[in-house]
């Protein structure tokens, strides 16, 4: 018998119906060992030593390897074609080898296909080869180097920054491109400029727009027209003027398809097209690669999805080719056999790009056993392949000039363009998404993206008398760079040769889960937290997150995966000059520390003040110098110097520098929505502890201001003054209870929007309801939650969201469902619950075995332990509980005062860190960090 290793369970079971019962097929479910997250798991001066630990959920599966290894002629180690996978079939022949289950002489093979299908897997098992050893030492220098960075670097920012949760070494980089992305972004003044537009007329009464392109025979530039009064100008002087043609140009041009997806293009399609974020377009597309069940076959659609490649085999060439004659005729068919070669830096074309298996299984042919994400990310992967051996698309571009002489004497020239597509080519089937451009809502930068591939020109001869219908002078405003998508980030990385492909999801969704970044309306936005991070970094680790630092790091990895470098040659190269630079600002005070961020940050936290006085003078005291604090309970805030005697303090994200005089935790951001009709009280969106919230009016001496928090899932910046005033208006009464006489009112709550009546709340569905709730709506649901039916607290009957069927074990189907506590995945009496984050509707049989393998592995849940009966006699009464004291009371508003005390305490005093006790908790909380993977 031959054991076969393989890295997923739908793999495992596809494969097993290709090689029959000579073979035992085995899933590893991914890295069976991995550093632990302690300090110590590598050694640098013990020549990089690294100690691996197998985790509880693969202890079972190593035994399932092992047992099977012991009876076997020959183990094939057929894990996933990259790095990662070759790792893993390293571990798995060490953890054997340690183990002693293989037997002298036995035959070991690794193999690798690219495409789950039984032609590729029979041709990969007639090729074997050995363990590709610089590849593995890549991994491990790869595996070290994100490790010593992420265990040296975070404690360092957890004593220098407190609040800071980690740094890692690609993941800080890619933090550093979005925060140098917002600063140029704050940093940009914007430009008024003008232009002048004209809808011209043929003399058979055909229109076509025309621009203002030269005055005098020289040629406009962007900013040229400053103002409105030269524009209006230009637009008198040559109003109902004698327009006459004086060039047409036409030009032929070819337009040239794209060539197939790599990771990271597939990504950043996905993106544009589909809105799939990184993560998810890695999770669809492993489902795809994997296989699916088709007329009760399972089927692997594409091929593998992490690669640099943008190659294709010749055979998989010649089925596309095959197809395009058969589907849209020769005619489409690329005249030659189109070759590409990627430009990314750093690229690894040892495998193909990703592609369909096979081309005849079309989009519609399929799309019926695929769920929608599946199905719509399948499509792109197929026409983008396609496209890619189709024949170029032929444009026809026509450049129009028209002179006019204008009243004022001057010679102006307009400019018309436009192109007309003669043959589609490739176009039929695919075109790339774009990264679009922000725009504001009036006076948009129309330079930025013109596209003229759209519009067409009639019939234009030179010498031709043109007629002018409309003459516009516009305002436009320069634009500030866009945010980074994830696309777009992905894209810059990339180019510079940043990461690998495999990387970029998880360092994206890193980011987020460490509240470093957020997303809104797909665009990724630095937060404080993150913005901090980075600012500490390039004060003092500057070499550390520079672009081409990083970028030729990433090439050192690749020569060592190409037996160039040796892989503790280039550890001991980066080690000595990194701590080198840890040892450097290992004395520093944290006070010196912020002084240095507050220089940094400056533009960001002390932006210039419209009087031109010093942004950084308190505005209560006017006489305290501002700077940054930091408390590890409550972050990062801005505080007066003069504390205790002045208690201003105000958050990071307040720029308009109302804050708080009295040291409350809940300073405003100061923006003023407008004024309430009715008190002609001001309507404030502010920033506190728990989040954005709205306010009416200034506090007074004796009251406080009516607030409203904003509800969940509702954005901050999109609340206007209506859905403020309606926000503040909560709670609302909806009516008397026909029964009971008592008032139902409307409101929201910690638990969501509810109607309460007599100290009874039932949930509604939506914040929109509480609005729109009438008296019969708010009776039915209270009479549904008194007879335990709809209701928060209640016990709903779990629904099943999916089938994934049978465990490839055995012992029954596999469901997902949705609980009282969230969705899980069930198999037999095992419960097992999904991770946030995870979308339950692409949850895959790997990803639902394996989760189930690790609770089950935890055994079963801990029983209460019954309540003991009271004993015969009373036992000794404890002694009395020390007297209350201040500072055991509830903490209200007064967070930020206690950070500023904490804060503005002499340095000398934080030498007790060095007690064993703070030194035990270092040690622990260094523990928990996980190094970046």
Known sequence: MNVLIVESAAKAKTINKYLGSGYKVIASFGHVRDLPAKNGSVEPDNDFAMHWDVDSKSQRIIKEIADAVKKADKLILATDPDREGEAISWHILQILEAKKVIKKGMEIERVAFNAVTKQAILAALAEPRKIDTPLVSAYLARRALDYLVGFTLSPVLWRKLPGARSAGRVQSVALRLICDREREIEIFRTDEYWTIDATMATGKGEEFSARLNAINGETLKKLDIKTGDEAHAIKAAIEKGDFKIVSVDKKGVKRN?????????????????????????????????????????????????????????????????????????????????????????????????????????????????????????????????????????????????????????????????????????????????????????????????????????????????????????????????????????????????????????????????????????????????????????????????????????????????????????????????????????????????????????????????????????????????????????????????????????????????????????????????????????????????????????????????????????????????????????????????????KPISAGLGRYGPFVLHDGMYANVENVEEVFSVGLNRAVALLAEKAAGGKGRFNRPKATVLKELGEHPDGGGKIEVLSGRYGPYVKHGDVNATIPKGKDPATLSVADAVALIAERAAKGPSSKKKPVRKAAAKAEPKAKPAAKATKSSKPAKAAEPKAAAKKAAKPAAKTKAAAKPAAKGRATKKASAAQAES
């Open 257 to 741: 398809p794209y060539p197939p997806f790599a990771t990271s293009t597939l990504q950043m399609d996905a993106s544009r097209k589909l809105g799939f974020s990184a993560k998810h377009t890695m999770q669809v597309a492993q489902r795809l690669y994997e296989g699916v069940d088709i007329g009760g076959e399972t089927v692997g659609l594409i091929t593998y999805m992490r690669t640099d490649g943008i190659t294709i085999v010749p055979e998989a060439v010649n089925s596309i080719r095959g197809l395009i004659a058969r589907e849209y005729s020769q005619k489409y068919v690329a005249p030659f056999i189109r070759e590409y070669k990627t430009k990314a830096k750093n690229a690894q074309e040892a495998h193909e790009a990703i592609r369909p298996t096979e081309v005849s299984r079309r989009p519609q042919d399929v799309a019926k056993y695929l769920d929608r994400d599946q199905a719509r990310l399948y499509e792109l992967v197929w026409k983008r392949a396609v496209a890619s051996q189709m024949a170029s698309a032929e444009v026809e571009q026509t450049t129009a000039d028209i002179a006019v002489k204008g009243r004022d004497g001057k010679a102006y020239t307009l400019r018309a363009t436009g192109s007309v597509i003669k043959f589609d080519g490739f176009l039929k089937v695919y075109e790339e998404g774009r990264d679009e451009r922000l725009h504001a809502a009036k006076g948009k930068d129309d330079t930025a993206g013109e596209d003229d591939s759209s519009r067409r020109l009639p019939a234009l001869n030179s010498g031709d008398a043109v007629t002018d219908r409309a003459i516009e002078a516009e305002q436009h405003f320069t634009q500030p760079p866009p945010r980074y998508s994830e696309a777009t980030l992905v894209k810059k990385m990339e180019e510079l040769g940043i990461g690998r492909p495999s990387t970029y999801a998880s360092t994206l969704a890193v980011l987020q889960d460490r509240e470093y970044v957020r997303t809104d309306k797909k665009r990724l936005i630095p937060e404080d937290k993150g913005r901090l991070v980075i600012a500490f970094l390039e004060g003092f680790f500057q070499r550390y997150v520079e672009y081409d630092f990083t970028a030729a790091l990433e090439d050192q990895l690749d020569q060592i995966s190409d037996g160039k470098l040796e892989w503790k040659d280039v550890l001991r190269d980066f080690w000595r000059d990194f701590t080198g630079a840890v040892d450097e600002i290992k004395d520093l005070r944290v006070g010196e520390v912020l002084e240095a961020l507050n220089e940094i940050l400056g533009p960001h936290i002390f932006p210039e003040r419209e009087d031109g006085t010093d942004p950084r003078i308190c505005p209560s005291c006017n006489s305290g110098r501002l700077s940054l604090k930091i408390s590890g309970k409550f972050g990062a805030f801005i505080g007066c110097g003069n504390y205790p005697e002045c208690r201003y303090t105000r958050q990071l994200s307040d720029v308009s520098g109302t804050g708080s005089a009295d040291g409350e935790a809940a300073g405003p951001d100061g923006k003023l929505l407008g004024h309430d009709p009715e008190s002609g009280l001001a309507v404030t969106l502010r920033t506190g502890r728990f989040g954005p919230y709205l306010q009416l009016g200034e506090a007074g001496e004796d009251e406080k201001p009516k607030r409203a928090s904003i509800p969940k899932g509702v954005d901050a910046g999109s609340v206007d003054l209506e859905y403020a005033l309606k926000l503040l208006s909560l709670p609302r009464e909806v009516g008397m209870h026909p029964e009971t006489g």
